[in-house]
């Protein structure tokens, strides 16, 4: 039997970490058994889903790098499939139309409730079977009304519900649309789905499925709930707790290898091991070994993951990623110097893709203001005649690699018997317009010589501007 695993996000909004997560475990279960993945919209809720926030949800699991081998199957597109599987229910005894008003399930509810009963529907439709004036029925399932119903859930262990506390759920509503817990079994069976990996908000849920699943003489799929994810805090996650949509991380400057590292610990471990390449999770990931109780997430160790990415990557891959932050920044990432060239010099000095975008843009843009406290502590009058010294010595320089600049610079410093450092810091500044950047050969190396000599022109004009506002 080949596994087959589904996602089945209904677009109401972005892909958060709850619903990654779930994608996530489904997709490596799936790859780990060779097996195929599946992604399906339900889309039913009318009201409440909109094409939005579908992108939303395919641009997350392309930027995850979660592909799948079939769909997206879209809910909405099924409806006479769905119709077909509640007549057939109802011809087969195991459906019956409803025709309780509001008013009649309202006050069933408050007499159950006044003598302390859980309210349920109590199936009186199963008998009453003669349509009402003015009442378009709704479609319950008959659940079975004594037993039990055991879910062997692959992380939870076995759960059982009795039947007698399941009530005569709704499949199908006045207008005839198909309710959820209708539409998800017959779609995990036509789909041929083999394992439900979801999130344990469902759990409730699967009895009834398996029950309509019964009715049809199908097999029921194997079910994996898996549980919450809480905020650092430890109440359940929720946008409070910062960025919840998967997006909001790419914008945040997140690289999407550190995501899935981060994603695949709430709730799953492998011995102490932090760090997974794809490759080794695909090996080692089983769901057996998902944890029962909720997780919270850990900022710090996302921002720890990565930053072990941004170092260990290939610089071509992670410049591509970068490019996108550039693009942002409006700076044109095909320009000069080649950004894989500059993820080399700021790939040990980032947490994110964003610092290092930010750290990288004088790179690519000119500048005519200079960090204050930087300008005010470097570009001192005395340092116009060192900028002076620097300009000639870097003009003439032969060949404009990092050794030469290097001696160069140290050369203007003996020259002018001033240390190391009363030189090349006025150097930063006038080049790169603040304190902090690479080493000070590799940034002008990086810059080149054009614009470090006109920077460094500019950076002179700016200290003699200063000097006549001073006076
Ligand atoms: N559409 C449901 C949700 O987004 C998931 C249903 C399922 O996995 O069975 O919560």
Redesign the pocket.
Known sequence: MKVRTRF???PTGYLHIGGARTALFSWLYARKHGGEFVLRV?DTDLARSNAESVNAILEGMSWLGLEYDEGPFYQTERFDRYKEVVERLLDEGHAYRCYCTREEVDAMREEQMARKQKPRYDGRCRIRKEPREGVEPVIRFKNPVEGVTTVDDMVRGRVTFQNSELDDLIIARSDGTPTYNLT?VVDDWDMQITH?I??DD?LNNTPRQINILKALGVEPPRYAHLPMILGPDGAKLSKRHGAVSVMQYRDDGFLPEALINYLVRLGWSHGDQEIFTLDELIELFDIDDVNHSASAINPEKLLWLNQHYIKTLSHDYIARQLSWHMGQRNVDPSGHPPLRDVVDVQRDRAKTLVEMADASLYFYQDFDEYDDKAARKNLKPEAAPVLQALHGALEALAEWEPEPIHLTVGGVAERLELKLGKVAQPLRVAATGGSVSPSIDQTLYLLGRERTLKRIKQAVEWIESQTVDNT
Do not use: K, L, Y
């Open positions: 089945a996000p209904s339900e998800v439900v979801r999130g469902h």
